[in-house]
């Protein structure tokens, strides 16, 4: 079996080493990039059976390499952050392993690889048998949701998905600041909810924040990377994370 694995931090990478020889042994191969520019080399010269990708590189996020090469080789991304988990299953994403992970997070990762493609014999993943994987999972995830079930003391009531301003993480819970400056309690995580967004029209700008872009009313420069934006009916300004700037930037520029 040849494997890529692309991480750039050094302990993650010998840590998931380990965990591959505890459930494959000496059964593979692979080959080892820290960086965009390692992973074009690779990917341009190599034919790989699985990549398992951290998603922040040191130059960059490793979706950038992946949307410029013809790829047909399922990818297990491993990353400190979930607001890349709906572009991981657009791209050729078979799993996705939240750090810090486990023994049992990866390896449960590969055993979805191998119920997925264990019909396969050759070292190499015919197209037909990819495509049509990443279109049932593109399919499923182009169902956006559009209305949210809202439970209260009052009672129940329909909040529309394009009236939502700011999702702001609240726990287990994340509080939904509609157009009217109402706030509405919703018992699902940001990443949860995220998930189930256009991500055309939502961002995540930071750990505990999802913005929907109709309503930025201006955006400002601010220190460190960071952004500094105004959401209209909303008083307090929000800002961008020094790690999801570069990413916000384009996808204001769709």
Request: charged fraction near 25%.
């Given at each position: 079996?040849?494997?890529?694995?692309?991480?750039?931090?050094?302990?993650?990478?010998?840590?998931?080493?380990?965990?591959?020889?505890?459930?494959?042994?000496?059964?593979?191969?692979?080959?080892?990039?820290?960086?965009?520019?390692?992973?074009?080399?690779?990917?341009?010269?190599?034919?790989?059976?699985?990549?398992?990708?951290?998603?922040?590189?040191?130059?960059?996020?490793?979706?950038?390499?992946?949307?410029?090469?013809?790829?047909?080789?399922?990818?297990?991304?491993?990353?400190?952050?979930?607001?890349?988990?709906?572009?991981?299953?657009?791209?050729?994403?078979?799993?996705?392993?939240?750090?810090?992970?486990?023994?049992?997070?990866?390896?449960?990762?590969?055993?979805?690889?191998?119920?997925?493609?264990?019909?396969?014999?050759?070292?190499?993943?015919?197209?037909?048998?990819?495509?049509?994987?990443?279109?049932?999972?593109n399919n499923e995830s182009n169902s956006y949701k559009e209305r949210?079930?809202?439970?209260?003391?009052?009672?129940?009531?329909?909040?529309?998905?394009?009236?939502?301003?700011?999702?702001?993480?609240?726990?287990?819970?994340?509080?939904?600041?509609?157009?009217?400056?109402?706030?509405?309690?919703?018992?699902?995580?940001?990443?949860?909810?995220?998930?189930?967004?256009?991500?055309?029209?939502?961002?995540?700008?930071?750990?505990?924040?999802?913005?929907?872009?109709?309503?930025?009313?201006?955006?400002?420069?601010?220190?460190?990377?960071?952004?500094?934006?105004?959401?209209?009916?909303?008083?307090?300004?929000?800002?961008?994370?020094?790690?999801?700037?570069?990413?916000?930037?384009?996808?204001?520029?769709?």
């Amino acid at each position: 079996m040849y494997i890529l694995i692309i991480e750039d931090e050094i302990p993650a990478f010998e840590k998931l080493c380990a965990i591959l020889k505890t459930y494959i042994g000496n059964s593979y191969t692979y080959d080892w990039a820290r960086s965009n520019s390692e992973v074009f080399h690779f990917l341009e010269n190599n034919t790989y059976e699985l990549i398992i990708s951290d998603v922040q590189l040191l130059d960059g996020i490793s979706f950038d390499v992946f949307e410029k090469v013809d790829l047909q080789t399922p990818i297990v991304f491993c990353s400190a952050y979930d607001e890349y988990l709906f572009k991981a299953f657009q791209s050729n994403g078979i799993a996705y392993i939240l750090k810090p992970y486990t023994e049992d997070d990866v390896i449960q990762a590969l055993s979805k690889f191998k119920m997925l493609f264990k019909s396969v014999k050759s070292s190499f993943i015919p197209v037909k048998v990819f495509s049509d994987l990443k279109s049932v999972v593109n399919n499923e995830s182009n169902s956006y949701k559009e209305r949210f079930v809202i439970k209260s003391k009052k009672g129940i009531h329909l909040l529309e998905t394009h009236t939502i301003v700011l999702v702001e993480a609240e726990g287990d819970f994340c509080k939904l600041i509609d157009i009217h400056g109402k706030t509405h309690l919703y018992s699902l995580n940001i990443g949860g909810i995220y998930a189930l967004l256009d991500p055309l029209k939502f961002f995540r700008i930071n750990r505990s924040q999802l913005i929907q872009l109709q309503y930025i009313q201006s955006i400002e420069n601010h220190f460190k990377n960071r952004l500094l934006l105004t959401l209209e009916t909303y008083k307090e300004k929000v800002m961008t994370s020094s790690s999801t700037t570069a990413n916000f930037r384009l996808w204001l520029d769709q």
